[in-house]
């Protein structure tokens, strides 16, 4: 097969596929002792406490951003307010960066924590199932709307020339029923 060049993504994802023995498949047992409503109500109680968690960080967010923007617009323009100003906004920028990161870490984890709970309630794939559907309506609405778009665009330049027509004909009446001054 050296005639046929594949993407290295998939001459990868083949090469994994193909060097995966059986004595690397493992079995897990799931402990009896937990009851399966005992993990969801643990899940949601972990979801509601990282909500909390995403709400704070955000208004610790904005709250950075606030600091970075007073900080740059501050009205001094000495040297050494305008070197303070320059540290501060610096520091500023530094930890709305990792509010940032850490807001982008949260959300993350609340996914794969809503798809896990999901899963345990059997709610996965009719959600999948919503959203696709939301998406391919979505994108119908919006080729339809920019079909609707095209189409009246065509439709202006079809109408143009008649348009142009009847008030060509028009000065010509009014031109000769003497209504418009003579140039």
């Not at 955000?58 to 100003?85: E, P, T």
């Not at 709970?117 to 309506?137: A, H």
């Amino acid at each position: 097969m050296s005639f046929l060049k594949l993407p290295s993504p998939i001459v990868a994802l083949l090469n994994r596929i193909s060097n995966r023995s059986i004595s690397t498949l493992t079995i897990s047992k799931i402990n009896s002792a937990e009851s399966p409503q005992q993990s969801i109500t643990e899940l949601r109680d972990h979801l509601v406490r990282l909500d909390q968690q995403i709400t704070e960080t955000q208004q610790n967010l904005i709250a950075a951003q606030a600091v970075s923007i007073r900080a740059q617009f501050s009205g001094n323009n000495g040297f050494l307010s305008n070197f303070k100003s320059r540290k501060h906004f610096s520091d500023a920028q530094q930890s709305a960066q990792w509010h940032l990161t850490y807001l982008q870490q949260l959300i993350k984890k609340r996914f794969r924590l809503t798809n896990k709970l999901d899963r345990l309630t059997g709610q996965l794939w009719p959600k999948r199932l919503r959203l696709l559907f939301s998406l391919i309506c979505f994108i119908l609405i919006g080729l339809a709307g920019i079909g609707l778009l095209f189409m009246s665009l065509i439709a202006a330049i079809y109408v143009l020339p008649i348009f142009g027509l009847m008030f060509y004909l028009y000065y010509i009446i009014k031109k000769r029923t003497g209504n418009l001054p003579m140039r």
